[in-house]
C-alpha cells in the first residue's frame, strides 16, 4: 500500500499549524485512496514532535541528527529525497511556507516528480494528483492536474485545511539519516529572531488592525486609542511595516502572524488573501473601507462602507459615552 508522506515544520519544540493542515492534506487524499498518512520530523532532538505528530497520522518517520537541527536545504534535501526514494510515496506534501518554497522546487528536480505549489485544495483520483490554487489574487479558482507520473509534491496554503482532531496513535519509526558527511555548499551561522514590540498580536481578544487606508503614520494613535477602549491591541497590513510605521511582530498575514482574535476590526484594509490568511479564522471581524468592493467585505461578518477617518472618531466617542468616559 502506498503512502503519503507530510513534511513537518515545528519551532520550539512544537509542531506549527501548517504541519497539522499539510497533514489533513494528506488524510483528506488518504480517505478516498486508502493510502497511509505519514509525517517526516527531521531535527536534532525532537521527539517531542514526533509524539504530538503521532496523534494525527500512521506512522512517524523519525529522523535526528545533530546537522539537522537547524533548517538547512541541502542537508534536509539529501534527507528527503533519501527517504522519497527508500519509500516511494505517491505524494509528498509541504506547506506553502518559506521552507516549502525553498525545499519543494528542489526536490522535484532531483526526484523529477511534478510540483504544484499553494493548492488551497487537493484530490488524488486515477492515480492523478489534482489540486486547487487561486489565481488572479484570488479572483479565480484553478484546478490543476499534473502529467502522470511516480510521485508527485504538492505545497498547501495555510489556512487552506482545517486541522483534524488528534485521534488514535500512530507508530514513531526512526529512520537513520543518509550521510551527510559531503561538503555542503551553505552553512547556517545563526538564526535572528526578529525585534519583537513586546506586543503579542497572537494572544490578544481584541485586534484593531490598520492598513493602508489609515494613510500616515501620524493617523495611527487613532486606532491606538479604540484598541486600548477595548483592551485590545493594534496590528497591521504589510505595507504599514513595509513603510515602517509598526514593527515586524504586529504584521497579520501569511509572511506575518496568524490570529485568531475573538474581535478583528481591519481599518483601510483591501483584504488581500495574504493577510485574509492571517486573520480569516477571528471570531468577530468588522471591517471599515471606503470601496464596497474590497475583499475584506466577503470575509467580514460586518462591514461598514465609509470613511475610517469618520467612523473611527464616533465609534471611539460612542465607547466612552458608554463607560462613562469624557
Ligand atoms: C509574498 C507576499 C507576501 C505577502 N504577505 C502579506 C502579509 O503577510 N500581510 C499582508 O497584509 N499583506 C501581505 N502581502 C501584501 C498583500 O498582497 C497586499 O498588498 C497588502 O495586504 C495590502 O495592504 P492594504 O490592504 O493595507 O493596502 P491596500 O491594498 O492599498 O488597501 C488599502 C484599502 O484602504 C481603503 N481605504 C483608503 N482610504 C480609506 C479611508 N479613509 N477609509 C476607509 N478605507 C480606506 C481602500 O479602499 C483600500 O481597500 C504580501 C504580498 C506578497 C507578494
Known sequence: MGEVIVLAEHRGGEAREITLEALAAG?????????????????????????????????????????????????????????????????LIMGHTSLGMDLAPRLAVELGFPLITDCIDVEFADGRIYATRQMYGGKLNARVSARRAEGYIVTVRAGAFRPGKAAGRGVVARVAPPDLVGEARMR???????????????????????????????????????????GGVVACSRPIVDKGWLPPDRQVGSSGKTVKPKLYIALGISGAFQHIMGMMNSQLIIAVNKDPNAPIFNVAHYGVVDDLFKITPALIKKIKEVKGMK
Open 27 to 91: 488524510r483528506k487524499i488518504a480517505e478516498r485512496t486508502g493510502l497511509k498518512v505519514a509525517a517526516l520530523v527531521l531535527g536534532s532532538v525532537v521527539e517531542r514532535v514526533a509524539e504530538q505528530l503521532s496523534e494525527y497520522c500512521d506512522t512517524v518517520l523519525l529522523t535526528e541528527d545533530e546537522r539537522l537541527a537547524q533548517y538547512h536545504s541541502e542537508n534536509y534535501q539529501r534527507v528527503i529525497s533519501h527517504i522519497v526514494r527508500e519509500r516511494r510515496p505517491r505524494v
Open 188 to 230: 547556517v551561522k545563526g538564526v535572528v529572531a526578529p525585534a519583537e514590540s513586546g506586543v503579542s498580536i497572537e494572544s490578544a481578544d481584541v485586534i484593531v488592525a490598520v492598513g493602508r487606508g489609515i494613510g500616515e503614520k501620524i493617523n495611527i494613535p487613532l486606532a491606538e486609542e479604540l484598541a486600548r477602549l477595548l
